[in-house]
């Protein structure tokens, strides 16, 4: 099975290819571009040229599903719904933070993002296997519910999370996203993980004069 996978819930753009059953991938990341909306299909397109194959080639798709900033994040998920629908095949959508942690060394580990706005979305994990969260906080406010041996936290960040273990700067990567992919399921409906209202917000309605008189149509 040849599976796509796309990551837009960080500032760097993650897509690869990933052949689950003879195990090569193919990766291409671009990292800090916070450009996704401009970047995605292009970079997709050049990774199936670096791959030899073509989208019709592809069998399925997983997309991180964030947390992650609202624009980014809707990106990538209405992209990898996009290609889906087009070619006729499965979107598998999974939590980004599930697939950093799968990176990281085994044991008891905290994965934390950056949620601007000075807020940090983080979750705890146990072998891999997610313990608390997904959630977002301001990072003075992050109270651990079990101690860690292990984190991933963005360099920007690493001084204002107070966790001193050993720590590393990671994001998602193909391999990651596709193993932490139920691939043998039927895909659920994509459901992006905001954990906040975005900053848009409706106007408030502005109060009429009591001079001009009330009509109903």
């Known amino acids: 099975?040849?599976?796509?996978?796309?990551?837009?819930?960080?500032?760097?753009?993650?897509?690869?290819?990933?052949?689950?059953?003879?195990g090569d991938t193919v990766d291409r990341t671009l990292p800090g571009t916070r450009a996704h909306n401009e970047q995605l299909t292009p970079t997709v397109q050049e990774l199936l040229i670096d791959a030899g194959?073509?989208?019709?080639?592809?069998?399925?798709?997983?997309?991180?599903?964030?947390?992650?900033?609202?624009?980014?994040?809707?990106?990538?998920?209405?992209?990898?719904?996009?290609?889906?629908?087009a070619l006729g095949i499965p979107?598998?959508?999974?939590?980004?933070?599930?697939?950093?942690?799968?990176?990281?060394?085994?044991?008891?580990?905290?994965?934390?993002?950056?949620?601007?706005?000075r807020e940090i979305y983080w979750a705890t994990y146990d072998q891999g296997r997610r313990t608390h969260g997904p959630d977002v906080v301001a990072p003075a406010q992050l109270v651990l519910p079990h101690e860690v041996d292990v984190m991933s936290v963005p360099a920007a960040?690493?001084?204002?999370?107070?966790?001193?273990?050993?720590?590393?700067?990671?994001?998602?990567?193909?391999?990651?996203?596709?193993?932490?992919?139920?691939?043998?399921?039927?895909?659920?409906?994509?459901?992006?993980?905001?954990?906040r209202r975005p900053d848009a917000k409706e106007p408030k309605p502005r109060p009429q004069s009591p001079a001009i008189p009330q009509v109903e149509l």
């Not at 950093?100 to 601007?116: E, K, Y």
């Not at 690493?158 to 895909?187: Q, Y």
């Open 1 to 22: 099975m040849l599976v796509l996978a796309i990551d837009t819930s960080t500032p760097d753009l993650v897509t690869g290819l990933v052949n689950t059953t003879t």
């Open 53 to 85: 194959v073509a989208f019709a080639d592809i069998d399925a798709i997983v997309v991180g599903c964030g947390p992650g900033p609202f624009t980014g994040l809707r990106v990538g998920m209405a992209s990898a719904q996009a290609f889906g629908d």
């Open 91 to 117: 979107v598998h959508g999974v939590c980004s933070l599930d697939a950093i942690a799968q990176r990281l060394p085994s044991g008891r580990s905290l994965v934390v993002t950056d949620a601007r706005r």
């Open 157 to 195: 960040l690493s001084a204002a999370v107070d966790v001193d273990v050993d720590k590393h700067d990671l994001v998602p990567d193909a391999t990651s996203l596709v193993a932490v992919a139920d691939l043998t399921a039927a895909p659920a409906p994509l459901v992006p993980l905001y954990l």
